[in-house]
């Protein structure tokens, strides 16, 4: 099994930033996807950046400019840079990761694990 620990939400001004941090843990063997989803009030979950295998990058057009993904290989952690933030970013923010865990091939397993999601409030 993959863990996945979030931090670093809490309550900014707009035009503020935070910085996202998504802890992967376990018997992990490769990681394919690391993303950050968000889900505010009254809406759907939608995806917000990921990264991909081959280090293929896509946002969401409200984040394209001023959100940032990346990663740490050594540390299994991926991160959501927030720049200039704005109220419509409030949301609940939620680290997806997949890829196959095990310690060897006959024990591999694919793996698709989310966090617990952190707040990320941005007042006016």
């Known amino acids: 099994q993959v863990q996945l620990v979030e931090s670093g939400g809490g309550l900014v001004q707009a035009g503020g930033s935070l910085r996202l941090s998504c802890a992967a843990s376990?018997?992990?063997?490769?990681?394919?996807?690391m993303a950050w989803y968000r889900q505010a009030p009254g809406k759907q979950r939608e995806l917000v950046a990921e990264m991909i295998t081959g280090d293929n990058i896509n946002y969401a057009d409200a984040a394209k400019g001023r959100f940032t993904i990346s990663r740490d290989n050594a540390k299994n952690t991926v991160y959501l840079q927030m720049n200039s933030l704005k109220p419509e970013d409030t949301a609940v923010y939620s680290c997806n990761v997949k890829g196959s865990s095990g310690r060897n091939y006959f024990s591999r397993q694919s793996f698709n694990s989310w966090g617990q999601g952190t707040q990320v409030t941005v007042s006016s």
């Open positions: 376990g018997n992990i063997f490769s990681l394919t996807t």
